[in-house]
């Protein structure tokens, strides 16, 4: 290339607020996507040979594998892109907004600065990567397996009190009979997403009963382990009788450190089971950067060290987001939104019943459930963020369940007190 | 890690569990005999579980050994580009998630270097995609675009994931060799390698979905001129296939030669995913970024698969990439420009390579590109009778020099698929991406061997 650039580059990029990220999909759920010419018709000619003949974009043949077939869309496309477009305080998607513990931070800069083959290759089948709840749904339809769906309900709550996660359980007869002699696997998330419940040790003998029962593999989701409240402990299924050598469990570097943009995960497992996992890490990825690995080491090294005591990270960082959870379970209650406390997770549900009496018409698609229509009033109306439950949903289910939305409050003191703000002015309009 | 205390008690509905699981435990767990059955792989997976690198990194571990196998450089990335993770590491809102289908400020640096090579518009959001490396982009392009029943073309020798990728979706590889034309007493070089128009048209039919194209071709070094793209091109625009054109070495041409890239070929833009990764853009494989460009209704569905896997990539390497993007960018008629400066260096290197294999009569290949040579080896001719007997003359021949003279390399038989390993079974694949030191050790090695058969 010559001759010198003809305009100024861009400025340095600012540090773009994350919630306008994960707006795009790559087909937008609902109604046409704005701005795109819909099928854009590419008509080049063809020089080849002479001839000079036009052609269109499409193939005659399918363009896309079938396993992408109904998978295209994604719920969080609308949420956060109107969190992008307003003057909001985002409690929506879940990441936190203050830094990750200085250690991390520092383990990072050591990693990136050190020695300068950590710039190299890794060796492979360290972590894998498993992100976000709602994918659980998709991806088991592009392997082609079929997902069946079992319900936690709420149990009955006193008038005047507020429920807890815990009060969230399984109909056992329901699950059992969810089980058949197809059944390849059973998915867990605990502390769950977006509910907070932390499953009992009854509960989770529950399901490894059933799954030795039926011979069926654990994957369990456990990235938020160490966001356990209220002197509540997270148990892992695997550690209980007969379940190690069914179980698959996930843990996550971004919700141990608070340090979500470093994407590593890993997953710990029998190796009859890991080494399919390995198969399909070489041939997809193949490996996982290696700065973002030697500092989630380093990380877990010095933790180690201060394991159980009260200067570890997995001792402060939860107590300190109880305070700011109970910190929001208070300010939310002021415009009559009804929490319904977690014992783990950085999420909260509150119940949006009375709000579904009273203001029962609110802008919206037909049969949009009302906890969507309800975000997109609030986050227009009163400038805050949240994520209405029934995406956690299966379709068939989501009518049952559009009466709570989802507040993230694992969030900095400022971001807080700006949503104290925004409430205030909400109690000060109801 | 697994903290079995016990909760907190809720009372109501634990009677209701313990009743149920005592029941349970009556019916007893003697599953052992069906467990064999669900616990097996998916079909997809199935024969796709051995990698050769699990085995020649492993070997080639032992610190000891000089590694001239997996291509990775030894040498130091540039500084600026460390220093730009190093500044970011600090910056808080650069530790959370980032845009899923790639970092803003990276998409918009990738859209502008691009721009000016492909001489059209890209769209930052709609027509590139951020992957975990170039494997994740070849990951993404296969899972979305190939169906089981498909057909794919792969020239061998090829990168050696292709063939397990295609296979994992259900598709069926269809493989042409490059040929060599004959030498007659002058230098080997790697556009001496060349595919049979015919032969490659017969590969083609309705089937057909789509073309592995890799210029700089791994291990080969091969360019690709105008002539050899424009045939390739021809049949995709004729049969109505995809092309995935990995370009990964995209910067690392040597004198005489230049990239081409088959999507700026007329009727090429819609039909090609064009493949780039930062892991050998700047001397960086642990990264793992590496990006696709393409038009929309290709690479939305690439996003499908993304959004669908691992959502997003690490976000301060995005950045740190963006920022050394924009410093080279900003230079990119200067020699210090990384683009420019690499590959000075490395045909340095290459000459150094080519000439110490030579004078020990080995025949090497001259790359025109990329950081590997291959050379025919059956000259040194080593006692391999105690190697396994049924692995391909390479593999053996590689294990034995790790073994014996602390040298290791990969066997070009393993980019080959099955009926054509013995082939290129003679050839190993030398990486020459590595520091003067590294080079001067394997220097000593193999000169002291010829010396030593003498």
Known sequence: ???????????????????????????????????????????????????????????????QARRLDGIDHNPWVEFVKLASEHDVVNLGQGFPDFPPPDFAVKAFQHAVSGDFMLNQYTKAFVIIIEPFFDCYEPMT???????????????????????????????????????????????????????????????????????QQHDVVCITDEVYQWM????????SIASLPGMWER????????????????KVGWVLGPDHIMKHLRTVHQNSIFHCPTQSQAAVAESFEREQ??????????????????????????????VGLKPVIPQGSYFLVTDISDFKRKMPDLPGAMDEPYDRRFVKWMIKNKGLVAIPVSIFYSVPHQKHFDHYIRFCFVKDEATLQAMDEKLRKWKAEL | MFLAQRSLCFPSGRAKFLKTISSSKILGFSV????????????????????????????????????????????????????????I??????????????????????????????????????????????????FNTVQALIDEGDEVILIVPFYDCYEPMVRMAGATPVFIPLRSKPVDGKRWSSSDWTLDPQELESKFNSKTKAIILNTPHNPLGKVYNKEELQVIADLCIKYDTLCISDEVYEWLVYSGNKHLKIATFPGMWERTITIGSAGKTFSVTGWKLGWSIGPNHLIKHLQTVQQNTIYTCATPLQEALAQAFWIDIKRMDDPECYFNSLPKELEVKRDRIVHLLESVGLKPIVPDGGYFIIADVSLLDPDLSDMKNNEPYDYKFVKWMTKHKKLSAIPVSAFCNSETKSQFEKFVRFCFIKKDSTLDAAEEIIKAWSVQKS
Not at chain 1, 26 to 45: D, I, M, N, Q, S
Not at chain 1, 230 to 235: K, L, N, Q
Not at chain 2, 115 to 132: A, C, F, R
Request: aromatic share 8%.
């Open chain 1, 141 to 211: 339809v592009m392997a082609g397996g079929r997902p069946v769906f079992v319900p936690l309900k709420p149990g009955p709550i006193q008038n005047g009190e507020l429920g807890s996660s815990s009060n969230w359980q399984l109909d056992s007869m329901e699950l059992a009979s969810k089980f058949t002699s197809r059944t390849k696997a059973l998915v867990l998330n605990t502390p769950n997403n977006p509910l907070g419940k932390v499953f009992s040790r009854e509960e989770l003998e529950l399901v490894a009963s059933l799954c």
């Open chain 1, 305 to 334: 060290l201060l394991f159980g005591q009260p200067s570890s990270y997995f001792v402060q960082f939860p107590q300190a987001m109880q305070r700011c959870r109970d910190h929001m379970i208070r300010s939310l209650q002021s």
């Open chain 1, 228 to 235: 356990v409240y209220d002197g509540h402990r997270h148990i």
């Open chain 2, 89 to 138: 590491a600090a910056i808080d809102s650069l530790n959370q998630y980032t845009r899923g289908f790639g970092h803003p400020s990276l998409v918009k640096a990738l859209s502008y270097l691009y721009e000016k090579l492909y001489q059209k518009q890209i769209d930052s959001n709609k027509e590139i995609l951020v992957t975990v490396g170039a494997y994740g982009s070849l």
């Open chain 1, 1 to 63: 290339m010559r001759g010198t650039l003809a305009a100024p580059l861009p400025a340095l990029a600012p540090a773009l607020s994350p919630c306008c990220f994960g707006a795009e999909v790559a087909e937008p759920g609902l109604g046409p996507l704005k701005g795109t010419g819909t099928a854009a018709t590419y008509r080049v000619y063809l020089g080849t040979r002479g001839e000079a003949a036009q052609a269109g974009l499409t193939m005659a043949k399918q363009l």
């Open chain 1, 247 to 262: 179980t698959l469990t996930i843990g996550s570097a971004g919700k141990t450190f608070s340090a979500t943009g470093w």
């Open chain 2, 32 to 87: 052992s005999a069906k467990m064999s059955l669900k616990f097996t792989n998916a079909k997809r997976i199935e024969g796709l579980d051995s990698n050769m690198w699990i085995e020649f990194t492993k070997l080639a571990a032992d610190p000891s050994v000089v590694n001239l196998g997996q291509g990775f450089p030894d040498i130091s990335p540039p500084t600026y580009v460390k220093e730009e993770l190093s500044k």
